[in-house]
């Protein structure tokens, strides 16, 4: 088990940025992949972007690419989802989860995860 910590959420303006952080308590992200996901009010949890361990291989869903990008350093045990030209569809609690091995949008094949920060992006 890897307990992880979400953190940066908040309040932004449309067209913002903003930089989450995934912290690995206790423990290492040695091997494991990181997924991002979210789920907004009255919708299922989707996913959103994953990295490789080495940081190397990242995916990411179409609403989001070219502007988000998903990073880690290893030696802090982070992760990170930078966050640009956001949109108030955006709105939602984000998630990090780990699995061992490569990442993957499937939500179901990550062991463990965060408990959420909110982000909330105004009009």
């Known amino acids: 088990q890897v307990p992880l910590v979400e953190s940066g959420g908040g309040l932004v303006q449309a067209g913002g940025s903003l930089r989450l952080s995934c912290a690995a308590s206790?423990?290492?992200?040695?091997?494991?992949?990181t997924g991002w996901f979210r789920q907004a009010p009255g919708k299922e949890r989707e996913f959103v972007a994953a990295?490789?361990?080495?940081?190397?291989?990242?995916n990411y869903a179409d609403s989001v690419k070219g502007r988000f990008t998903v990073s880690r350093d290893n030696a802090r045990n982070m992760a990170y989802l930078q966050m640009n030209s956001l949109k108030p569809e955006d709105t939602a609690v984000y998630y990090c989860?780990?699995?061992?091995?490569?990442?993957?949008?499937?939500?179901?094949?990550?062991?463990?995860w965060g408990q959420g920060t909110q982000v909330t992006v105004s009009s």
């Open positions: 990295i490789s361990w080495s940081g190397g291989v990242t």
């Open positions: 989860a780990v699995r061992i091995g490569a990442g993957s949008s499937n939500q179901n094949l990550y062991h463990d």
């Open positions: 206790g423990r290492t992200f040695s091997g494991y992949a």
